[in-house]
């Protein structure tokens, strides 16, 4: 193949990840129209259609699909090559990107990053925390670190723990003034410390296990946190009852800062994970940092 077929599978890729031409373009540094006469000449080329336009979209064809997926795999291979080749001393180099929830990034990362930096000044992390449902593959993430139950059907996935349980939580000073709830039904009638996912728009209903069954209840209340940390700050202070994962909030309760709730209610759930997508080339970088965590968990 010669070196302008290359460069056309390069920029059928980078038409997909960004979903349109004009963006494609932008990052290429080329105009639409030449980004246009591109696919044209390389589905020429392959004899068949890669790409579905419209004025306001653009997809691409199973064939599209494929051909993108085995070139990504195969500039992967030489993206990590060179940069193993330019190496110095044999040291191994290049990105990682990393997705990463906040708490497990507390628990498995925060801890983690410095020594690893340190035993390979040569690789740089990026990492981005938040709770959102990021899929990795289309957001270009090398790894994730998950709840096990929110991981993508189809992901490598190795659980860095064997599980974890949320229980609600309040101050002695709450309860001496409005009770404790005896079952999670009740919880209707307290004032709950809310809890939204970011990018959902419905409040997290609280989950509950009775005789085996999982059930929600959704709650109501004064306050409404996207971060569960903060809304047990808020119960601290008797502002409502709180739900946050155990291991979390017994510091707390073992100072008499907070009273458990309806343990009897609570079970274990997947805990997190490393994951990461099953097709995608993997470099000697992502290899490392994939070692380390799972090295250290």
Known sequence: MSDRYYSDLRALCCIIDRG?????????????SALSETI???????GVQLLNRTTRSVSP???????????????????????????????????????????????????????????????SVEVQIDDAGVDIVQERFDVGIRLGEMLDQDAIAFPLQPGLRQIAVAAPSYLEQHGAPLHPRELRDHLCLGFRWPGHAALYNWEFCENGVWFSVAVTGPLTFNDQRAAVDAAVAGAGI?????????????????????????????????????????????KTFIAAVRGAK
């Open 20 to 32: 349109s031409f004009v963006a494609a373009a932008r990052e290429l540094c080329v105009s639409r």
């Open 40 to 46: 044209r000449r390389l589905e020429d080329f392959v």
């Open 61 to 123: 064809t199973p064939a599209g699909e494929r051909l993108a997926a085995r070139f990504g795999v195969a500039f992967g291979e030489i993206q990590s090559a060179l940069s193993e080749a330019g190496a110095t001393g044999g040291e191994i180099a290049g990105p990682v990107r990393v997705h990463a929830q906040r708490l497990g990034y507390e628990l498995f990362l925060k801890q983690l990053l410095p020594d690893f930096v340190r035993r390979f000044p040569r690789i």
């Open 242 to 286: 709180a739900l946050w994962v155990e291991s979390e909030v017994q510091p707390l309760i073992e100072a008499g800062h907070l009273v458990p709730l309806l343990r009897e209610y609570s079970a274990a759930f997947p805990g997190f994970a490393l994951y990461y997508p099953p097709h995608r080339h993997r470099s000697t970088a992502v």
